[in-house]
């Protein structure tokens, strides 16, 4: 970032993603401040709406960002927000020029310009999917919208159907995408005994998310059930991520151990397993980004990703994307991850393009993007 030429931005941010246990928008809320408090154009305050209020950001927010805010619980701010449109945002956070809502509800705001984070729309687009927290984002995201200067989507795709969706000036929805940690370019397989540590065979196929409907795991294990009938050799496939919702899976056909679930894994874990993989799989039927495969990149690991909007913006060719209804097309795509050897220099070569495509996406573009957000929404 440049030099600052004047008295530094105030930038308040909703810190609320960085308790418990981080997920998606909490990695992305947390590498965007570390990103902002690297440069030295912004004075940051973190907030959270919480009825912890910001004890529970004790240690996770980076050097220079101080925290600030009050014990109110998030569902009753919300209802605040929605009927008398208080308290704004100074009372909760302090006096500040730009506001940047990072998980799609921005509060009112007294005098600060609003920014809000809209990272998809699946709500709206498959309400079916939605638990009663999210469903919520129907009536709150239109109202922040509005209250918004300036909206960031994560790709241009996604920007494009939030203006449409909510008649916003596509200049005014920015694209500030996320990045990829150092740490996934430097991840290694793990040896057998350490994945056998973690109940985990010597080679397997990977998918990463929360088990939830949109990301379209019975199509994933009806491939999977296919390629296992076609060559019982095909290594289990590993499904890691913290419980969601949704009927249980369908296992049936399958052997004992073919698929494994693992649950939450730290971020050092989940980079190990991810490298350690034949192949990650990404069958979602709707995204706003889409981490997990470009993370497999970053890991030199094949991924197989639905052919969507976003992901043909994120993965381009690097990756292989399919129809995400079409379990044969996934089925051979899934076939050719297993097949492809990345000791042999051909596989070397393909793991490089796929390392070589993700060093694209850097936090530091990330909080260039945001802080030209934050300059839009002061005009």
């Known amino acids: 970032m440049r030099p600052p030429t004047g008295p530094r931005l105030r930038v308040g941010i909703d810190a ?10 909490g990695v992305y809320t947390r590498n965007l401040l570390n990103a902002l408090a690297a440069g030295s154009e912004l004075s940051i305050v973190a907030t959270a709406f919480s009825s912890t209020g910001t004890s529970g950001l004790a240690g996770r927010l980076p050097d220079g960002v101080t925290a600030h805010g009050r014990r109110i619980p998030a569902r009753l701010l919300q209802r605040s927000w929605l009927s008398a449109r208080q308290p704004p945002v100074e009372f909760l956070c302090g006096g500040v ?8 509800v ?36 239109p109202v922040s919208v509005r209250r918004a200067r300036a909206v960031c989507a994560l790709t241009a795709a996604m ?16 694209v500030v995408p996320p990045g990829i940690d150092d740490d996934w370019f430097e991840a290694k397989p793990l040896a057998e005994a350490a994945l056998a540590g973690l109940g985990l065979p010597p080679r397997f196929l990977v998918a990463v998310g929360t088990l939830e409907p949109r990301k379209n795991l019975p199509m994933l294990i009806e491939a999977f ?45 989940l980079r190990s397993v991810v490298a350690s993989s034949c192949g990650l799989a990404f069958p979602s039927v709707y995204e706003g980004f889409g981490l997990p495969p470009l993370e497999a990149l970053a890991c030199g690991v094949p991924a197989v990703a639905s052919d969507l909007a976003v992901t043909r913006e994120v993965l381009g060719t690097a990756a292989t994307l399919v129809p995400g209804d079409d379990p044969d097309a996934l089925c051979e795509a899934l ?34 993007s945001a802080l030209a957000a934050y300059r839009h929404a002061l005009g």
Do not use: C, K, M
């Open 16 to 25: 609320t993603p960085l308790l418990g246990r981080q997920t998606g928008i």
């Open 97 to 104: 020029d730009v506001f940047h809502a990072t998980n799609f």
């Open 106 to 141: 921005l509060p009112p705001l007294r005098a600060a310009r609003g920014v809000v984070s809209v990272h998809d729309l699946s709500f709206l687009r498959y309400p079916q999917f939605a638990t009663r927290d999210t469903a919520r984002y129907a009536t709150l995201v």
């Open 159 to 174: 920007a494009d159907e939030i203006a449409e969706q909510y008649r916003v000036e596509r200049d005014d929805v920015r």
């Open 225 to 269: 059930r296919r390629l296992r009938g076609q060559d019982e050799r095909t290594p289990p496939l590993v499904l890691v991520g913290p419980p969601g919702w949704g009927p249980r899976l369908d296992l049936g056909g399958l052997p004992a151990g073919s698929v494994v679930t693992t649950g939450y894994l730290d971020a050092a874990t």
């Open 335 to 368: 076939r050719a991850a297993v097949a492809d050897d990345r000791d042999t220099v051909d596989g070397r070569e393909r793991a490089l393009r796929r390392r070589e495509h993700a060093r694209q996406w850097t936090w530091q573009r990330t909080a260039e």
